[in-house]
């Protein structure tokens, strides 16, 4: 069926809203899967339908609101930051990996729902301790920094890292407790990682997003949209954010004075679990392997029926 003929987006962002289909997997990780929820949410049919409506400033995309400076793209203050730094003896042990280009340690809170409707004001201690974007749980390797879920790579949700962000194609696959300075793209697992071509199609993107939520299995490895999170484990990701004028800068707001332009890119980077915390917390010891220009989403053609 063209997409032209396809219920409208906001009927079926009320059908999931009320209904949602659960699909619960189980891959090599022991972790229990909804095939729905792992399926970023700007790659969800309902989303894609909604290219030519969405607004593109400052106001209300989905069920966030980009003008709430804990969705924005600002950048964390020194304050922010000391409360989800990574621990010293960490960052010491490190050291020699850290001084090299293009890598980075980042500890993820757990995500308590701080960053979403924010017409509901919060009052819970943790999500008034974390004020930064994103609230500590989502981060951008394009940018380098917490940012809020809209414009992330990846957030840490139920003890999983899970792809998220605006029309984001994300997944990832777990190599095992190998050192992080030898991952490439000759690692064995990582091919099918590098060499995969995201579609520019929307509908094709929506099929990709549910295929990687369910589990792509290429030989003895499985790709995914969420995995789990365990300690002294290594994994690859790739984050495919795709080219739409959806992240401007917010000129006409005050608290947004440094704010710079979302950087769509396509990017795979390496990661290693080095520390999980009793508060659910974990610390990723990263590395950029690749970077490219995104392709540009396109948009269902008006003559299509």
Do not use: H
């Not at 593109?56 to 730094?85: C, D, F, M, T, Y």
């Not at 990574?86 to 757990?110: H, N, Q, S």
């Amino acid at each position: 069926m063209k997409l032209k003929n396809r219920i409208s987006a906001g009927l079926l962002v009320l059908i999931a809203a009320l209904a949602p289909r659960v699909f619960a997997q189980q891959d090599q990780t022991g972790i229990q899967q909804d095939a729905t929820k792992n399926v970023p949410i700007n790659t969800r049919q309902g989303e894609l339908n909604r290219l030519d409506t969405m607004p593109r400033v400052g106001i209300e995309a989905g069920n966030q609101n980009l003008n709430s400076n804990s969705v924005a793209l600002r950048k964390p203050n020194k304050k922010e930051l000391a409360l989800v730094a990574p621990k010293p003896e960490d960052v010491a042990k490190y050291a020699a990996f850290l001084a090299r280009e293009k890598t980075g340690i980042v500890r993820l809170i757990p995500d308590m729902g701080c960053d979403t409707n924010k017409n509901v004001i919060d009052v819970s201690s943790k999500c008034s301790t974390y004020t930064l974007p994103g609230s500590g749980a989502s981060f951008s390797f394009r940018l380098g920094r917490y940012v809020g879920n809209y414009f992330s790579d990846l957030v840490l949700r139920d003890n999983a890292l899970a792809a998220s962000g605006n029309l984001n194609l994300g997944f990832f696959v777990m190599l095992g407790d190998i050192p992080l300075e030898n991952v490439s793209a000759q690692t064995i697992g990582a091919a099918y990682l590098f060499d995969y071509a995201p579609p520019k199609d929307a509908a094709a993107v929506v099929k990709e997003s549910e295929k990687f939520a369910k589990g792509a299995v290429d030989r003895d490895f499985t790709y995914r949209s969420a995995v789990a999170v365990a300690e002294n484990t290594t994994y690859l990701f790739r984050s495919v954010a795709y080219r739409k004028e959806m992240a401007q800068p917010l000129v006409d707001n005050p608290d947004f004075n440094d704010i710079e332009v979302d950087k769509r890119k396509d990017v795979v980077v390496a990661f290693r679990v080095v520390r999980k915390d009793a508060d659910g917390s974990a610390t990723l010891l990263w590395q950029e392997l690749a970077r490219r220009d995104a392709p540009k989403l396109e948009r269902p053609k008006k003559d299509d029926k």
